[in-house]
């Protein structure tokens, strides 16, 4: 009675919109032919519970429909691997739907190429569980993973639930420099003209988002979540890509918040709120052989809250090769309570014992820090070490106002191999 209520309701809209007259509805602030169909019971998701229902061969692929459960305890994943497989066969526009619920799922691999596909819109309302049982993952490093596409839309406002923490205590990569590595919750593989707004990531079993080779790549309206202490729970790292956006997030983890790996060109990221977690990073860079270029990265209009580190550049010593990080420019980033505000690190090893036999082959040029205000959380507020091999070169700072957040003692710089130019307010005073 009740789906019946709702089709009558649907097929009056289309009535009004064609000057029938038979079906005026309940009055309504936007005039009195204005019918909508909420007040007769209808929601949203109707309209795409109707198609479906009417065209489970369409192009709208809802993973119900599939046998997928979504009510938390039911293993989902071959439902959803069904559903893409179907949709990825699929010529033309698709709609791949993820309902309300909750779907226990273990590694997902939603790869191409769809070759009929000319746009995948992704959309998750639900919430995706990773599996707690690290044998499902065999030596995947990823949980869901998208890859080889053109023209994928991920959206939905629907969240990415890694459920790390039975995992966090087996990751010794912080100490283990050969450590195994866990699962990433999302990783994009080869993409190009990608799309993400509107989803949560919480607490990922390593990092939260990889893109790795991807091109075009614009990230918006993200969420990333996990504790401060969780180990290895970047919020997003950026590897072998070009002309990547990631604007208008927060991001709180126990690691980076965003992370630019070797191999990046055109990296821009505006608008991100960071904190908890290690700052905004390049690098490590210098630690594997042949590894690519950092050409052009652009870091604006960012806030960081409580972070261990804030804009760092860090390179390993010894670098097994020679590569350059040059065009990067840091401007209009406002800190609260941060520790080593500006940083650059050529001597970067994280583990308690390190030999170094060379200094850091990584080039270091063209970095530019631009309005730059808060307050440091060490009394050391600008670290310019830079490697005694190839010194950094044309290192700018302007209008730079970090204050010591400590009782009595002013904020202060520690310049090694750099010569820095300096203008406006300069805070701490130049090395």
């Known amino acids: 009675m009740r789906m019946g209520m709702k089709l009558l309701t649907l097929l009056c809209l289309l009535l009004l919109r064609i000057g029938g007259s038979e079906c005026r509805g309940k009055k309504h602030s936007r005039g009195a032919d204005f019918l909508n169909v909420e007040n007769y019971g209808a929601k949203g998701d109707d309209f795409l519970d109707v198609k479906n229902n009417n065209e489970k061969n369409g192009d709208f692929f809802n993973v119900m429909n599939y046998g997928a459960k979504g009510d938390g305890r039911t293993d989902d994943s071959k439902a959803l691997m069904d559903t893409w497989k179907a949709a990825c066969g699929f010529k033309g526009s698709v709609r791949y739907y993820i309902p309300p619920g909750n779907y226990i799922v273990g590694p997902l691999n939603f790869n191409g190429p769809c070759k009929g596909v000319t746009t995948m819109n992704f959309m998750i309302k639900g919430t995706l569980k990773a599996s707690t049982d690290l044998s499902k993952y065999g030596p995947t490093d990823s949980w869901v993973m998208f890859g080889w596409l053109t023209g994928l839309k991920l959206t939905g406002y629907g969240t990415f639930d890694g459920q790390g923490a039975a995992s966090w205590p087996l990751n010794n990569c912080p100490k283990n420099k050969n450590c195994k590595v866990l699962p990433a919750s999302i990783k994009f593989v080869a993409t190009d003209y990608t799309e993400v707004q509107a989803i949560t990531s919480l607490n990922s079993k390593f990092f939260h988002i990889v893109l790795l080779d991807c ?204 010569k820095a130019s300096y203008s406006g307010t300069q805070i701490p005073p130049p090395c």
């Open 215 to 418: 091109k075009n790549f614009k990230a918006t309206n993200l969420q990333i979540t996990a504790p401060a202490t969780s180990p290895n729970t970047d919020g997003i790292h950026i590897e072998r890509s070009t002309d990547v956006s990631i604007s208008n997030s927060k991001i709180g983890t126990g690691d980076d918040c965003i992370s630019i790996g070797h191999g990046n060109t055109r990296v821009f990221i505006n608008g991100v709120t960071c904190g908890p977690g290690h700052g905004i990073s390049v690098g490590s860079l210098g630690r594997y052989p042949n590894e690519g270029d950092v050409m052009g990265l652009s870091v604006t209009g960012c806030v960081l809250t409580g972070t261990a580190n804030g804009l760092r550049i860090k390179t390993w010593q010894d670098s097994p090769d020679t590569s350059v990080a040059t065009n990067m420019t840091f401007e209009n980033i406002v800190m609260y309570n941060v520790a080593n505000p500006i940083i650059i690190d050529q001597n970067y090893c994280p583990y308690t014992y390190c030999t170094a036999r060379a200094p850091s082959r990584v080039k270091i040029s063209d970095v530019s820090f631009k309005n730059i205000r808060g307050t440091s959380a060490t009394e050391t507020a600008v670290t310019l070490h830079c490697s005694n091999g190839l010194p950094c070169q044309n290192v700018r700072l302007q209008d730079v106002q970090l204050n010591y957040y400590g009782p009595g003692k002013r904020a202060k710089a520690t310049c090694m191999n750099v």
